[in-house]
Each structure stands twice: as structure tokens, then as C-alpha cells.
DNA sequence: CAAAGATTGTTTGACAGCAGATGATTGGCG
DNA sequence: CGCCAATCATCTGCTGTCAAACAATCTTTG
């Protein structure tokens, strides 16, 4: 199946994309995330727990009662998917919305029991997943990664003033 | 415009996501990802050139006449995706669609003089794009995210086989 | 108190990204 | 040669994401 008998249209190709990922940071880092978020999308599929829905969770768990409007901001969720995010876990009766009653337009979405069980199961298979993800790097680089994606994150770089 | 006065719901939620980035690093990825697409996209659009087309011109001036599928494979971009960038550049007269003599069934998609002229012209705004963007890290930390992310998008991580 | 403006949750429409099906072509194998 | 699998470009439909519009409510200002 022509191992050398390659055509000059065909020739040309070993690995120009790790070329490219070195001259833009920006086309590599995205191209990594897409891989990242793919395997945690699997994940959570496989999990049963969307990676929003657990995201909600661990908030609502870890800062007590929060406003949508919360969520999404800390998140980093639009608020518009929000709302979904929260009907499916509203409906699987892992929180409640309860009006705010000093602000009668936001709700003071609440974890359940249920919620609080489902989160705890979901948890313990994140280390593992991460262990997984990123097991190609060492303990350093990860801390690395960490440390420079905070600064990447950190508020004045894009978007919010 | 209440400062200090702030109901219960409302309060707990300083900086809940700088904690949640140094637990989650896919969840950071992510966000960083998306911040710098974001900003990718707006100097695409500013520029006039979408960061797709210009990905493409710059590999067909780096090894020549390819197809398609060529394309597709080594910027990672979906080949149902390049369709419709190759369309634009076609249309735009910086790339020719020649049918490969060899293999009739694929294209020798072509960069034109058009297309090298629009390319020299978005390569130049690029630098000053990449050190806006990644202005907040030091050389060093550069260069670490570069070997960390050649290092996740090295083969067989995700995806392929 | 009344009017104007801002905020919260929601719905709607547009649009990118991706999986799968299709048509044309090629190569393998009897 | 003639059939079958594989490949390339393309098209179609689905899903997820986001911007903009909307109603309800709060806040500010006169």
C-alpha cells in the first residue's frame, strides 16, 4: 500500500503541525483544549453527569445557595446555558430553585441531598480522569501548566475590562 | 450601591474560580482556550482573514500544493470545515482547486501570487497578536507552554487510534 | 410616588463544529 | 475485465454556544 511511493502532491507532510504548534501558541492551545474537553466530555457521558452539572454541583456545594447569575459568572458558563444546565439537574432533583426573597428576579439555587450524594460519586472518578488526561506530563509541568494558565486566566486579559 | 451590604446568597463568591482552576486543570485549559480564541477570532475578523483561511495559505506556502484531506489532517481542522475555507479563498482568488492528475478524486489545492501577497500581509500583524495576548507570561513560561502543550498534542494522547 | 434605567432568568434565532450519508474515483483481487 | 472495499470532497442534519430580545423585578432619580 505504497509505504514509499508517495506522490509529489502527497510528499511533503510529516508532522508540519508540530512546526506550526510551536510558532503559535494560540493555534496549539486550542487545539489541546479541544483534546482535553473531548476526553471530558467522554468522561462525563460515561460518568452520567454532564461536566457543567458537575460544575454547578461542587459550587453550590463548596459556597452554600448561589443566584444563576453567580454560577455563570464564576463558572465561566453563559448564562443562557445555564438555565438548561439547571432544569436538568432541578428535574433529577439534585437542587432546588428557591426565589431569593430580598430579590424576587433571581433564584437561590440549592443543592439537595440527592445532589450532594451524586456529587460525592461523581468526585471520585475526577483524579483518575486527570491522572489520565494528563499523564503524559510530570508533577513539575503540571504545576507549570497550572501556574501560567492562572495568570492567562487572571481578570483584565480579555473580555471582562 | 451597596458596598458592604450584602444578603447571604449574594456573598460567598470571591474568586471561587481561582480555586476551582488549580483543582481542575482541564476545566482552566478550557477557559484559557477560549479566552484567547475569543481574541484570536477578533484580530482574525479585524485583520479581514478568517484564522482558518490564514492557517491554510501558510501550509500551502510552507510544502507546497496539497489536498484536502492533507489540510484537514495536519491543521486538525474538520474536512467538512476546510470545504467551506477553501470555498472563501477560492472565491477570493488566493487559492486555485486543481484536480490531482494522479488521483482525480482529490484536489492539488494551490496557493496563487493573490494568496502569497495576502499572506506576507496577515504574517506581519501575527507577532504583535501573540505578545498582546500572551503579554502576561514571562519568556520562560513561553516556552515551558509550548513544550508542555507539544507534549499533550504529541499522537495516540486523545482521538486518533 | 412615578419614571427611567439596570439586573435576573428565559426564549429565540443565528452560526460553528461534528457525525454520517452520498457520489465520484481509485486500487485490489479473483 | 468485473466486482468490492477504500478514499476524497461534499452535503445534510444535529448539537452546543452565543447574541439579542423579552418580561419581571429591583434601584435610582426627580
Known sequence: ??????????????????QLATERLDIALCRASSAV?????????????GV????????????????QQALSEELRIDRSVMVSICDDLEQSGHI?????????????VTITDSGRRRLAEAQASIP???????????PDERGQLS??????LQPGNSGEQ
Open 52 to 67: 457543567g452539572q458537575h460544575l454547578v454541583l461542587q459550587m453550590l456545594d463548596a459556597v452554600g445557595p448561589c443566584s
Open 96 to 108: 432546588r430553585r428557591e426565589r431569593n426573597p430580598r430579590d424576587r428576579r433571581s433564584y437561590a
Open 147 to 152: 501556574a501560567i494558565l492562572g495568570k492567562l
Open 1 to 18: 500500500m505504497a509505504t514509499t511511493n508517495r506522490a509529489a502532491t502527497d510528499r511533503a507532510r510529516p508532522a508540519y503541525f508540530a
Open 37 to 49: 474537553a473531548r476526553a471530558a466530555d467522554a468522561h462525563a457521558t460515561e460518568e452520567g453527569l
Open 128 to 138: 483518575a480522569f486527570l491522572e489520565d488526561t494528563f499523564r503524559v506530563l510530570t
